[in-house]
């Protein structure tokens, strides 16, 4: 750890209005601290990487981290980073989302952003709740919790993120939360590695909306209610389906290896490049010209 | 191994008194960017650091630091910084 608390500093728009702004305590900050560190780890020059974001609190933060930075339209983040990944191959492309931002407004693009295993690392912040606007429920907000739209208790079960990206076609997909932030820089280094779609989805708290409502106190208690909840996913193993419900599953809950869409979008170009005309690429058919 | 040889070398194994056992960690907290969540005051697990009467927290017991960097790496706006002590006895 030598160091790096240090180093992580350089990677700050310090020009920026310091203190950020979010709330007192949080989780946000947590998150950008665990990008910080996985990047300084992996010895990246700013140039090298893309932090691409949407709408909302999380949207805030390639405000102040200094990389080529893209702040995009609410839900389309992933659509954005898609394009700049297919106009610069060499960019190591990170997106940043909210809940809502993801599953809600961009569910289109998250699915298939997934299906086509493009080479990007989506990292969702899953908060469980709108904060920015108030705390309106979220296509993450659990069963039976209170929101600003659902006063008497939330009727629509929750979106497993990690699940949904599962079976879309992910290359990575791990889930750990903020208070294991450690663990989260590492899964964050880990899908940065990765190519293909990588998702890590950091499991964190709005205090200030989310905790407010459902009266579940500050940041302190919130944390401590993270801690007690989130278990382990070879301790997961040992539970019934029952009781593992209740819980935060937290690991690298997959890991494959799966040919990406930029790698085969070079061979097209090269299969292309090889025939004399397009006209007749297109009749060889589907096997090519050999 | 009976239960008592066991017990005996867990306790050998404790570490010494706090008094006498140096810090391995220094903790510095910009005050400029620190909004006073209290988390790390809560979950420090050696009690480092303590609320100040302004509501914010300060460094109250230095010589405890295990250098655990829970609460660098947990604090949401990037205020702490834990510098390592290398222990000169050790090399």
Known sequence: MNNIEQNAYSYLRTTKKFPNIWCSGCSIGIVMGALIRAIDRMGLDKNEVALVSGIGCTGRMPVYLDFNTMHTTHGRALAFATGLK????????????????????????????ARRNIDLTAIVLNNE?????????????????RATTAPYGHIEPPFPICELAIAAGATYVARSTVYHAVELDKYIEQAIRKVGFSLVEAVG???????????????????????????????????TPEERSSKIVRGVLRDIEKPDYSTLYEQVIERAKASVTGKEFLRAGPGGLE | MSESTLKQTASEKKPTHP??????????????????????????????????PNEFPYVANPDNCTACHWCDT?????????????DESQG
Request: proline content about 6%.
């Open chain 1, 129 to 145: 709740i709108y904060g920015m606007t108030g705390g309106q429920y979220s296509p993450t907000t659990p069963l039976e919790m």
């Open chain 1, 86 to 113: 297919l106009a610069k191959p060499e960019l190591k492309v990170i997106v940043i989302m909210g809940d809502g931002d993801a599953l809600a407004i961009g569910g289109n693009h998250f699915i298939h952003a």
């Open chain 2, 74 to 86: 947990h604090c949401p706006d990037l205020a702490i910084i834990v510098k390592p002590i290398e």
């Open chain 2, 19 to 52: 008094s006498t056992r140096k810090p391995r960690g220094k903790v510095v907290i910009f005050a400029n960017w620190c909004k006073g969540c209290r988390l790390c005051v809560e979950f420090c697990p050696t009690d480092v650091l303590a609320f100040g």
């Open chain 1, 205 to 239: 708290y709005c205090h200030t909306t989310f905790g407010r409502l459902n009266k579940m106190g500050s940041a302190v208690e919130m944390m401590r209610h993270l801690k007690n909840v989130s278990i382990s996913l070879s301790a997961a193993e040992k539970l």
